[in-house]
């Protein structure tokens, strides 16, 4: 009786397993994104765990803090960064082309390779690896007349007393990251040659700091507040000092992932006018079964059994489609355009929750026909016999 109308049934499944296939599909497209942004952003700017000075720069000893850190177990690398905004000018083919408030990013070359991966961004030349050494984002290039390696620039700073310090540079590599969140817009020098551009000799704007397992960042954090309580250090973990950036695209996954359940609610509408279809073409089997004195509650039984294994073979094939398309959005390292590769994980927690959520769906939009169902009088069933 149940699978007599086998067409009907099929629809059924299929509107539950689009429903959670869709939830699936925005889940890895958005939450895949906002991973990515996350992950790019601790790889090349704030690191697992980000030290500054609430006041203005940190003037201990760099290396003092750095190595304080690597000594912790959980602490794979620490590095000081310093930044500022410039004003580069080079001459190409006889014509002077001018960038204004570039933003300017000081690094320790040999410990920043440790700590960050800005130095893999690195698409034509090498990192940074002398004090006269410059490393330019592939958009200041681009705005620059095409700058290449080998290419000399000047760069203008002003310093902290006001006057401008004017350096000139060879260009030893241009760095471009998939999906510009690295420093595409930067350029990135020698964190000494910063300084003394700045007149801030031994400042350092922030010690960014790795980790090799990112879930001890809060008890690294606590853990170095505590051992400078007179220091007016800010530590911050990754969700801490992205919030900015980050809140603004959580609001819009929220936004996503509640059109997907509307789009699941859909689907148990869809399964309620099967349903219906269904008690409908059965007419017949319920007056037989009436007649040789079944009860309402059994054919109230028989209709919800039907609704379960409606949601339980569409939450099924839905969840194996899903997990599919996880599974190769992971491998493939999935992006759009050569955009920002998706940073793609299993949620185990929100993939159970879906294949319950429809399966709920499908039982409860299965009660309505199965109460019409219990409402047919045997006699007025009989009739279409």
Known sequence: MLFNKKGSLIGAVLAVTIGILVIHVNFVIFQGLFDAIVRDISDYRNGDVLITDEEDFIDKSDL????????IPYVEAATPR??????????KFGKLHEETRVPVVGVDPMRDIRASSVHETVTEGQFVFSRNSIVLGSNVARDL??????????????????QDKIKR????????????????????MHIDTLRDLMNRPGDTGSIMVKLNDRSKALEVKNFFLASFPNDDFL????????????????????????IGYFGMMSSAFAIVTIQMMLVNGKTREIGVMRSIGAKRKDILIIFIFQGMIIGAI???????????YTFYAKETKMSFNNSLPLEVSYDWGKITQTALTSFSLAIIASLYPSYRATKLLPVEAMRTV
């Open 64 to 71: 003092s803090l750095v190595n304080w850190f690597e000594r």
């Open 82 to 91: 310093l930044s500022s905004t410039a004003s580069i000018n080079m001459t």
């Open 145 to 162: 007349g095409g700058a290449q390696v080998g290419d000399n620039v000047q760069v203008l700073i002003v310093d902290r007393f006001g």
């Open 169 to 188: 540079f060879i260009v030893t590599g241009i760095a471009k990251s998939p999906g510009g969140q690295g420093f595409d817009y930067s350029v990135v």
């Open 235 to 258: 530590a911050e973990t990754i969700e801490e000092s992205a919030e900015q950036q980050l809140a603004g695209f959580r609001s819009g996954i929220a936004m996503i992932n509640m």
């Open 314 to 324: 569409g939450a099924g094939v839905g969840t194996a489609a899903g997990l599919g």
